[in-house]
């Protein structure tokens, strides 16, 4: 499935506040410090912002391939499990200023359905969890089934296509969309 720059605005917002609460303690003065942090680490080697939009590519491909497997297996949310999807999804954009909202697009429809997908993706990987033999593997099964766990990128990620649209995200910075706007 397709997922729109609104959607993935959901996955900004996200990981952009994960960030920032460690860019407000390395420097509360000057945030942006950390988001130009770089960290050699070999081949993983990236500056924050980089990894922090490679984090949020990689948790929206793992929740759209957990939706599409859960519905090829016609597992679905219950009533309750989509009230407080859409709970989460008001409490979330409730949560957002103005201008954030503006500068994701984002609207509550939009938030809704991406809360909703994340809570499908998440009860799969529960039906995962009781129903895959993790020996062998050193995490929990919910760490091995992660965006950027062993067991999801050995064995889930390669059974699906994901193409990224590299001249769009080529312009999006991490760290200046939701946070540190001015």
Known sequence: SEVSLREFGCYIYDVEAYIQEQALIY????????????????????????YAKRSALDMCACTEIYVAEANQKDIALDASEEAQATSEAEAM????????????????????????????????????????????????????????GSCYKQFIMP???????????????????????E
Not at 112 to 130: D, G, P, Q
Not at 159 to 181: A, D, P, Q, R, S
């Open 93 to 148: 954009y409730t949560g957002m200023s103005v201008e954030q909202r503006k500068s994701t697009g984002l609207t509550l429809n939009d938030v809704t359905a991406v809360k909703k997908k994340r809570a499908l993706a998440a009860k799969y990987v529960t039906y995962l969890s009781a129903n895959t033999d993790f020996t062998g593997y050193p995490g929990t099964p919910q760490q091995e089934l992660n965006w950027d």
């Open 27 to 50: 420097d509360a003065e000057n945030p942006t410090l950390w988001w130009n942090t770089h960290f050699s680490a070999g081949p993983d080697s990236a500056f924050i912002s980089d």
């Open 159 to 181: 059974l699906h296509t994901v193409k990224e649209n590299e001249k769009l995200l080529e312009h999006i910075t991490f760290g200046t969309i939701t946070v540190n706007m």
